[in-house]
């Protein structure tokens, strides 16, 4: 039997950056399911972002999420 973890994440709590992949497109794709709508844009984006043996099907998509962080965590981020 598994056990999930159900705490309530707060604003200050860590995720990796992993974490932080999944949970991008696991709210994508809520977004588009709430709303009653395809997107074949986000489709695309959310197809990258799926994992395929270790590894995001999209490996450039990665590389711009890691880009993303590092530029986020220096402060050069829009």
Do not use: C, Y
Not at 41 to 46: A, H, S
């Amino acid at each position: 039997m598994m056990v999930s973890d159900t705490r309530t994440l707060g604003q200050d709590d860590n995720i990796s950056v992993m974490e932080g992949f999944d949970a991008a497109r696991l709210f994508l794709r809520s977004v588009l399911k709430r709303h009653g709508k395809q997107d074949g844009e986000v489709e695309f984006i959310l197809g990258g972002m799926m994992w395929a043996d270790g590894a995001p099907n999209d490996p450039i998509m990665w590389d711009d999420w890691l880009a993303a962080i590092q530029s986020l965590r220096s402060g050069q981020a829009d």
